[in-house]
Nanobody
Framework: QVQLVESGGGLVQPGGSLRLSCVAS????????IGWFRQAPGKEREEISC??????????YYADSVKGRFTISRDNLKNAVYLQMNSLKLEDTAVYYC???????????????????WGQGAQVTVSS
């Protein structure tokens, strides 16, 4: 059974840091592009970062809203992808999701994937 499980969310003060983990089971994600998305109450879901597969160069993307503060990385030995979030702001409060796609599109941007397998989400709350 294909499953993605996020963890590492929580409550943090503005300026603080959190690291989200996305651990895969039922498949090996080394060949998969992985995306991180978030959805705040009353807002549309936003793609904030993604990374192509290791065989495709692990190219990354960051939305302008998180560029310079968030870092995506993957650990294929642990079958996991991480999102390091630094300098957190109030507006980063949201439910964060990781997602994957089993399509292979060598040379494509990680933004080109459909991301049709999703985790359950992790709440991140930034508050003073």
């Amino acid at each position: 059974q294909v499953q993605l499980v996020e963890s590492g969310g929580g409550l943090v003060q503005p300026g603080g840091s959190l690291r989200l983990s996305c651990v895969a089971s039922g498949f090996t994600l080394v060949r998969n592009a992985i995306g991180w998305f978030r959805q705040a109450p009353g807002k549309e879901r936003e793609e904030i970062s993604c990374i192509t597969s290791s065989s495709d160069g692990e190219h990354t993307y960051y939305a302008d809203s998180v560029k310079g503060r968030f870092t995506i990385s993957r650990d294929n030995l642990k079958n996991a992808v991480y999102l390091q979030m630094n300098s957190l702001k109030l507006e980063d409060t949201a439910v964060y999701y990781c997602a994957t796609d089993f399509a292979t599109m060598p040379g494509a941007s990680c933004r080109d994937y459909d991301y049709d397998y999703w985790g359950q989400g992790a709440q991140v709350t930034v508050s003073s």
